[in-house]
């Protein structure tokens, strides 16, 4: 009975991770594709002068690094306990 109880200990604990790994996979997409939505205007706003080619790098770092993250959130896993 007791090996029941952690089996199901764990499998509520893998549930919520994985919930919790959705979520933040979720809010990860989102925050890419706004960042290249403000990087694609930064270009636009470059192109007539009201932006700075600083602005602009400073955004596709971003961009490259909200690309990472996301990609690294995508393929994380669990370890098992």
Do not use: H
């Not at 925050?31 to 694609?40: S, V, Y």
């Amino acid at each position: 009975m007791k090996g029941w109880k952690n089996v199901s200990i764990t499998a509520n604990g893998y549930f919520f991770d994985l919930l919790l790994a959705q979520q933040n996979l979720q809010i990860a997409a989102t925050n890419l594709d706004n960042t290249k939505k403000i990087l694609l205007i930064a270009r636009q706003k470059l192109a007539l002068g009201k932006v700075s080619k600083n602005e602009i790098l400073q955004l596709q770092l971003e961009e490259l690094t909200r690309g990472r993250l996301w990609g690294s959130r995508a393929g994380t896993k669990r370890s098992p306990c």
